[in-house]
């Protein structure tokens, strides 16, 4: 009796043998399978930190100098975010984190962007160190003048303390 399948059993051992090869050429035999195998030679470890990473566990995203001459921090009030408008380190940025140096007087002023209730305050880790008035009208501005201090920790609109809220860096001269 003669046999027909010789040829599929043929093909089918070729499929097998270009697919194991090709998965062996495309690293797919190496590793877990789960993509997360440690870096071989050619690879690197992206969780690595460098020295500067380790000197300060959260740097200031700004230069220290930058922050030495402001005396005035203004910000835009919309019920997204907070927007820097002055000093120009924190210009469009949402909800910048700032920097006060421990005694000096700074001067704040916010600005209602979008009309909605807004005030700014300024907290310890549980409540208002200094708080301006509430805006209800878009344009309206409010200023008030404030001594760093110690305690201050953050700042934060009170009618919407989720969405406007930045950190405040307290530095000693």
């Known amino acids: 009796m003669a046999r027909d399948d010789g040829r599929s059993r043929r093909s089918a051992l ?7 090869g090709l998965a062996l050429v495309a690293g797919c035999t190496e590793g877990t399978g789960d993509g997360e195998g ?6 690197t ?7 500067t990473d380790l000197d300060d ?4 995203e700004s230069d220290r100098d930058e922050w030495e001459d402001v005396s005035t921090i203004e ?3 919309d019920t997204d975010g907070w927007i820097g408008r002055q000093p120009a380190i924190i210009e469009d940025e949402e909800n910048p984190n700032i920097v006060l140096y421990e005694g000096r007087e700074y001067e704040f002023q916010l600005t209602n962007g979008d009309g909605d209730v807004h005030n700014l305050a300024l907290w310890d880790e549980t409540d208002p160190v200094v708080a301006s008035e509430f805006l209800e009208d878009e344009g309206e501005t409010a200023t008030f003048v404030a001594e760093a201090t110690d305690e201050m920790e953050q700042y934060l609109c009170e009618t919407h303390e989720d969405e406007m809220a930045g950190a405040i860096e307290l530095r000693s001269e």
């Open 38 to 43: 440690e870096p071989d030679q050619n690879e």
């Open 14 to 20: 070729q499929l097998i043998g270009v697919t194991a």
């Open 45 to 51: 470890d992206e969780s690595v930190t460098n020295e």
């Open 57 to 60: 566990p959260d740097p200031p």
């Open 75 to 77: 910000f835009e009030a």
